[in-house]
């Protein structure tokens, strides 16, 4: 699975845009622009303490998304048959000589890259 960081990432970039604009604005501050609690604090004129509860509803909200949607796990499911099916396709391919099955290979690599992108 994903490290927490990469989550936390991945949980604001698919589902970011189901939070309050003042969630949005807390979370990057945090987690892109690695401001403190304090700082974030004193930029919106509240309690530390309410910057830390903002996060932490915002993070939670983020979490209840993905429990019902399952986008990240479907996400890394794809990525992980992705580069099984590839490394079928790289053992085909050592042991095919015919042209024409190469060239199918090779489509089948095209289509793949695609997804990937």
Same mark, same amino acid.
């Given at each position: 699975?994903?490290?927490? *960081?990469?989550?936390?990432?991945? !949980?604001?970039?698919?589902?970011?845009? /189901?939070?309050?604009?003042?969630?949005?604005?807390?979370?990057?501050?945090?987690?892109?622009? $690695? /401001? +403190?609690? +304090? #700082?974030?604090?004193?930029?919106?004129? *509240?309690?530390?303490?309410?910057?830390?509860?903002?996060?932490?509803?915002?993070?939670?909200?983020?979490?209840?998304? #993905?429990?019902? !949607? $399952?986008?990240?796990?479907? !996400?890394?499911?794809?990525?992980? @048959? &992705?580069?099984?099916?590839?490394?079928?396709? @790289?053992? &085909? +391919?050592?042991? !095919?000589?015919?042209?024409? @099955?190469?060239?199918?290979?090779?489509? *089948?690599? @095209? &289509?793949?890259? +695609?997804?990937?992108?």
């Amino acid at each position: 699975m994903v490290d927490d *960081i990469a989550k936390a990432s991945l !949980l604001y970039d698919f589902y970011g845009a /189901l939070l309050t604009e003042k969630q949005r604005q807390v979370m990057a501050l945090y987690h892109e622009e $690695n /401001l +403190s609690l +304090s #700082e974030i604090a004193s930029e919106f004129g *509240i309690s530390r303490q309410a910057v830390h509860d903002t996060l932490k509803k915002a993070e939670q909200a983020l979490e209840e998304y #993905e429990d019902k !949607l $399952n986008l990240i796990d479907k !996400l890394v499911k794809t990525e992980d @048959a &992705i580069t099984a099916i590839d490394r079928e396709i @790289a053992q &085909i +391919s050592e042991s !095919l000589t015919d042209e024409r @099955a190469l060239e199918g290979l090779g489509r *089948i690599k @095209a &289509i793949i890259g +695609s997804l990937e992108e």
